[in-house]
């Protein structure tokens, strides 16, 4: 247990964590065996694994990360118990052990599977659900003969951060000291924040302003809780490296190529536009994304390199540990795992699942790498997680790593074709979630056992999780791709290739029928993607999907007869949605109309170019890159190079590059209130004289999650409000005129939360550290 924990009957059950594991006494002896795997904990835990899952990948979409869910699932399980009946501290500890299956799938999820989206593809339930299913069960089951020699053999070296975390509140919840209401109080006001500004904006939660003197220079944030609440969990370090690297891209790199292509007369590959022509957003999509995820991918290689003996010495534990799970013998409640037998029957039917799916293609040497590469990764997941938490668990440079030998074999046997490219990601998004899931699974474990959990139900807890979570998780993202998928006329001078084109008809924004189209071949004259064409195969439309889209806003026409302002710049001409050409206007804020793009003819303004928020996926664009940087061979490689070089530079000051890299790579929006989320981590630190010792389950961090948790959840709601088209009827911004559109607006109730924050932390009592009861 904690060395923090001032509880005594927990220092009394759990002695030092230096001493042998023959000599641990967890909090319930092995001799009792109160209530565990009851219906009602597995219930509750399912449900709440759903919502942190629904989260977590709304979560992993926007910034490519996610955050623990046990404690907070931990916090709220003992409150709501309380209301039906007090649980013993294994039910409780089964609750969370079920619900964080959810939080590690999604994340596995929504890092790789969007990438079919991005190289053309459609990205059907039926998919989602079965590699989130067999990459989850294969986490879970790998790790199972992994749990002695991981978990008890190397108790004391290896202290599971998170894992032990959760147990010290488990443990002061049956003691009777809680924090639940600050999970709840976050929850709530995050909730009711984020409904507030979106989808009844009575302010303005995405306030931007661009420099007028200083071309292609721009600054905005995304004031969400959420992401407040992820900068004060990752802390100040991480949050203000993240913030330069998104000052370098927005301040730096996209001013200097707009200055640099202004006087330019041709477009630059990879844009077919000219420079001039482009806002900062156009800059960034076409210029800006290459050079972040060059240095996402070497940031990712450098942590998966740092880890590198770590990972020697995990695989090497991790042989060891699998042939000591074959011993058969009588073993005390607290050492009952699954029977072993389970365990090899269970991974030769993921194999045969794997191989044998129709709707994957994989071939049985590919489903043998899987299980190569999944053991391996789960081993090395597992072992980080122990040493230094799951929240610098590397699963994004684990997977990098799959996918380059994955296509570097694929490419010496020539297999380069459209369909190997959807199973070079199925190799990798079953390998990410399995690794993803199996360090979760070692922390709970972790947790378990020094509570005194009997392993078998925990592990058939953490099934059930799976299973259920899995079927929530791929419905969650194709809702928020259809929510702001939008539909762009585009024109081309060549026919999209007839095998193409499907017999699927769809009705276009101007009305007419047309038949839809997939473009998944990287480098050819008209980019991947999925298509509205005429029956010749002309494109008429791109539809841009909403999660890694590159069309960044959505035509909406104006009421009346609006003449174009004495203020407004032209800025070339572009397709409305009635396929006319239309000259694209810039107006600035003159008190009369809002500042941005219009589309218009004639001296009147037709049409609004509306910003869409899509979902920047940053994970899943990379791995898509790096599938068709190989497969096809055609890639800006100046770019990505660039990138490479920008974050060798930050190692060589010293500085993680992977953060930083990040903050390249997102849009600075996003980086803004991650930031402000550090710097209230900072004030609260200094001002508690403390670098977060107990951060795991301050009243901080206990609000941010239940901050994140509940933006999330909104966020998916404004998400259904938006794919249901009702945008309008909830708008109430015209309650207070122009104060809920302007900038102030969401400066002011942003503010008003992050100093909610810093008063809880600052004056609020810890989770664990005094005993309530």
């Not at 879970?140 to 070296?157: A, C, D, Q, W």
């Not at 993240?242 to 301040?251: I, R």
């Not at 008429?540 to 004495?566: M, N, Q, T, Y």
């Not at 209130?673 to 977060?692: E, M, S, T």
Request: glycine share 12%.
């Amino acid at each position: 247990m904690s060395a923090s924990s001032p509880v005594p009957e927990a220092e009394a059950a759990a002695p030092d964590a230096s001493a042998p594991h023959a000599s641990h006494e967890p909090y319930v002896s092995a001799r009792e065996s109160p209530r565990e795997l009851t219906v009602r904990a597995v219930a509750l835990g399912a449900l709440l694994g759903i919502v942190f899952a629904a989260s977590s990948v709304y979560l992993a979409l926007k910034v490519g990360l996610t955050v623990s869910a046990s404690i907070p699932i931990a916090v709220m399980s003992i409150t709501i118990f309380r209301f039906f009946g007090r649980a013993t501290i294994l039910e409780n500890n089964i609750v969370q052990t079920t619900g964080s299956a959810g939080e590690s799938i999604a994340a596995g999820v929504a890092f790789t599977l969007p990438s079919l989206l991005l190289m053309g593809y459609d990205l059907a339930a039926g998919r989602v659900l079965l590699l989130s299913v067999l990459g989850g069960l294969l986490g879970v089951l790998m790790m199972i003969p992994l749990r002695h020699g991981l978990i008890v053999e190397e108790h004391g070296k290896l202290t599971y951060p998170e894992g032990t975390a959760c147990a010290d509140v488990l443990v002061v919840g049956e003691t009777g000291g809680t924090n639940a209401k600050t999970v709840f109080a976050g929850f709530g006001l995050g909730f009711l924040y984020k409904l507030l500004g979106d989808p009844l904006k009575l302010f303005n939660m995405n306030p931007a302003y661009r420099f007028t003197s200083w071309k292609g220079a721009s600054i905005a944030g995304e004031l969400t809780p959420e992401m407040l609440g992820v900068g004060y969990i990752i802390g100040p370090k991480t949050a203000s490296t993240t913030m330069a690297g998104g000052v370098l891209a927005y301040l730096v790199l996209i001013p200097l190529i707009a200055f640099f292509g202004d006087k330019i007369d041709s477009p630059i590959f990879p844009a077919t536009t000219l420079i001039r022509d482009m806002s900062p957003n156009d800059i960034r999509s076409r210029y800006v994304l290459y050079i972040g995820a060059g240095a996402v991918a070497t940031g990712g290689f450098i942590s998966l390199g740092r880890a590198l003996p770590t990972i020697v010495k995990a695989f090497r534990s991790g042989i060891k540990s699998f042939r000591a799970g074959k011993a058969a013998k009588e073993v005390p409640r607290t050492e009952k795992d699954l029977p072993f037998s389970v365990v090899v029957y269970g991974l030769i039917a993921l194999l045969l699942a794997i191989w044998l799916a129709p709707m994957l293609g994989i071939t049985l040497p590919t489903a043998l790498l899987i299980m190569l590469f999944g053991f391996v990764f789960v081993t090395v997941s597992s072992r980080i997680c122990g040493e230094i938490g799951s929240s610098s668990n590397p699963i994004s440079g684990m997977t990098v790593a799959t996918l380059l030998i994955t296509c570097l074999l694929f490419l010496a046997m020539g297999w380069v074709g459209v369909e190997h490219r959807a199973m070079a990601l199925s190799t990798a998004a079953i390998v990410c979630i399995a690794a993803s899931n199996g360090g979760a699974t070692s922390q709970d474990l972790k947790t378990g056992y020094l509570v005194g959990a009997t392993p078998r139900r925990q592990q058939i807890g953490l099934l059930v999780g799976v299973v259920t979570s899995a079927l929530v998780i791929g419905y969650t993202l194709l809702f928020l791709n259809a929510s702001y998928t939008t539909r762009a006329a585009e024109t081309y001078d060549v026919p999209i290739p007839v095998e193409s084109i499907t017999a699927q008809v769809e009705k276009g924004p101007d009305g007419k029928d047309y038949r839809i189209a997939y473009q998944p071949n990287s480098g050819a004259a008209i980019p991947q993607g999925k298509y509205l064409v005429e029956e010749s195969g002309k494109v008429a439309f791109v539809i841009d999907p909403g999660i890694g889209g590159r069309v960044p806003h959505e035509p909406k026409k104006l009421e009346g007869d609006v003449v174009v302002p004495k203020n407004a710049t032209s800025k070339g001409t572009m397709l409305g949605p009635d396929r006319k050409s239309y000259t694209v206007f810039e107006v600035a804020e003159d008190g009369a109309m809002h500042a941005g793009r219009y589309l218009g003819e004639d001296g009147k303004l037709v049409y609004e170019l509306r910003e869409v928020k899509k979902l920047d996926a940053p994970k899943a664009s990379l791995f898509a890159l790096i599938i068709d940087g190989i497969l096809t061979r055609k890639l800006p490689w100046s770019l990505v190079l660039i990138g490479v070089m920008l974050a060798i530079v930050m190692e060589l000051c010293g500085v993680s590059a992977l953060p930083f890299a990040v903050g390249v790579y997102l849009p600075i929006s996003t980086s803004v209130p991650i930031f402000v989320g550090g710097l209230v981590r900072w004030l609260v630190d200094r001002k508690r004289g403390q670098a977060g010792g107990d951060e795991e389950f301050s009243p901080g961090t206990l609000l941010s999650s239940g901050y994140i948790a509940g933006g999330a959840i909104a966020g998916l709601v404004a998400a259904l409000v938006a794919g249901l088209g009702m945008e309008h009827k909830f708008d109430l911004s015209t309650v207070f005129t122009r104060f809920s559109t302007s900038n102030l607006s969401g400066v002011l109730a942003f503010g008003a939360i992050a100093a909610a924050l810093y008063w809880a932390a600052v004056r609020g009592k810890s989770a664990v550290g005094k005993n309530e009861g």
